[in-house]
């Protein structure tokens, strides 16, 4: 069970970045606004519960699109990995790579998690809904993936 170490919370202003994304691209945050937007932060590319999760906002796209929210799914994989990822699971989401994990202690995403008696520095999937200022609305962290994405676009349609 991952440790609870984000840090942030609902009101306080989302930290802004840049990431060089899949398919040649790049993302602000700040430059995304007066959009909604829809972080989730995930351990690795081609894993089951990874998959699962972006193919789900991926099916999702459109209805996020209609209530105003930019989804970015972020990852410290490249993004070669990502491209690759997109490719074989025909996703249709902007990845962010954040390979040298400034995003992710940001958000404090990467922490110590705990395997079979083992702690090692990881990932630990949280999502996170930031309101048309830049102001984090709602955080869900850490995230179990069965039914995620259909409450992530609950909350962003009440918004």
């Given at each position: 069970?991952?440790m609870q170490?984000?840090?942030?919370?609902?009101?306080?202003?989302?930290?802004?970045?840049?990431?060089?994304?899949?398919?040649?691209?790049?993302?602000?945050?700040?430059?995304?606004?007066?959009?909604?937007?829809?972080?989730?932060?995930?351990?690795?590319?081609?894993?089951?519960?990874?998959?699962?999760?972006?193919?789900?906002?991926?099916?999702?796209?459109?209805?996020?699109?209609?209530?105003?929210?930019?989804?970015?799914?972020?990852?410290?994989?490249?993004?070669?990995?990502?491209?690759?990822?997109?490719?074989?699971?025909?996703?249709?989401?902007?990845?962010g790579s954040?390979?040298?994990?400034?995003?992710?202690?940001?958000?404090?995403?990467?922490?110590?998690?705990?395997?079979?008696?083992?702690?090692?520095?990881?990932?630990?999937?949280?999502?996170?809904?930031?309101?048309?200022?830049?102001?984090?609305?709602?955080?869900?962290?850490?995230?179990?993936?069965?039914?995620?994405?259909?409450?992530?676009?609950?909350?962003?349609?009440?918004l």
């Amino acid at each position: 069970m991952p440790m609870q170490t984000v840090t942030l919370r609902p009101g306080d202003s989302a930290p802004d970045f840049t990431l060089p994304c899949n398919g040649g691209t790049s993302v602000t945050l700040s430059a995304l606004r007066p959009a909604k937007v829809v972080l989730f932060f995930y351990p690795k590319d081609n894993t089951p519960g990874c998959t699962l999760e972006a193919q789900g906002f991926s099916a999702a796209l459109a209805a996020f699109e209609a209530a105003g929210t930019k989804l970015i799914g972020i990852s410290r994989d490249s993004v070669a990995s990502h491209d690759k990822f997109c490719a074989k699971h025909d996703l249709r989401l902007m990845l962010g790579s954040d390979a040298e994990g400034l995003v992710s202690e940001a958000y404090g995403t990467w922490a110590e998690k705990k395997l079979y008696g083992r702690a090692f520095m990881g990932m630990v999937r949280s999502t996170f809904l930031i309101d048309a200022d830049g102001k984090i609305a709602q955080i869900w962290s850490p995230v179990k993936v069965k039914g995620h994405v259909e409450a992530v676009l609950a909350a962003t349609e009440a918004l």
